[in-house]
């Protein structure tokens, strides 16, 4: 069964660091572009980040650039997500994905939640 | 970076078909056939409906299907059943951005 599972969110101070985890399972990880989409509760999706599937391209929307980091490890079936200088706008619920081939999403996790609250 | 444009709502009853619209612009929906359409019960995942603009997933009904004129994408659902009430949300390659989504649709059966 393909599956993707996240952790390592929860509450976080003003200007603190937390680090996603999404692990594969059921697919060959290392051959697809991998997302991660945020969502605040009772809003929209929103796109965060991707990767290539030998993490050699990497792309970010404006509001995370420079303050979030992707990556994967190919190795142990997991894709990262790096969080630095959290803000509180950055509170969601943050879903790990996996692409298809031009700019979709065809699986998905469940989520996990990060709060950035003092 | 704008998101994709989506009715709030819309409704119907069982049985009767409902269009969903997704608006944006010639950097993005206009210029690319890279569409896709997804469901979401509420503190659900996401779960893909449609990409390309029309292809379907294996194992999504074919009462779901999509279609793009212009600057404009949408998604039409067939035979209403209850169980489609949800929230969709439209996707876009978008210039400059990479991916951009729509603000959603609250789908009331």
């Known amino acids: 069964e393909v599956q993707l599972v996240e952790s390592g969110g929860g509450l976080v101070q003003p200007g603190g660091s937390l680090r996603l985890s999404c692990a594969a399972s059921?697919?060959?990880?290392?051959?697809?572009?991998m997302y991660w989409v945020r969502q605040v509760p009772g809003k929209g999706l929103v796109w965060v980040s991707r990767m290539n599937g030998d993490g050699s391209t990497t792309g970010y929307a404006d509001s995370v650039k420079g303050r979030f980091t992707i990556s994967r490890d190919n190795a142990k079936k997991t894709l990262y997500l790096q969080m630095n200088s959290l803000r509180a706008e950055d509170t969601a619920v943050y879903f790990c994905?996996?692409?298809?081939?031009?700019?979709?999403?065809?699986?998905w996790g469940k989520g996990t939640t990060v709060t950035v609250s003092s | 970076q704008s998101a994709l444009t989506q009715p709030a709502s819309v409704s119907g009853s069982p049985g009767q078909s409902i269009t969903i619209s997704c608006t944006g612009t010639s950097s993005d929906v206009g210029s690319y056939n890279f569409v896709s359409w997804y469901q979401q019960v509420p503190g659900k995942a996401p779960k893909l409906l449609i990409y390309e603009v029309s292809k379907r997933p294996s194992g999504v009904s074919n009462r779901f299907s999509g279609s793009k004129s212009g600057n404009t994408a949408s998604l039409t659902i067939s035979g209403l059943q209850a169980e489609d009430e949800a929230d969709y949300y439209c996707c876009s390659y978008a210039l400059r951005i990479t991916v951009v989504f729509g603000g959603g649709t609250k789908l009331t059966v």
């Open positions: 994905a996996r692409g298809g081939l031009f700019f979709y999403m065809d699986v």
């Open positions: 059921g697919f060959s990880f290392s051959s697809y572009w």
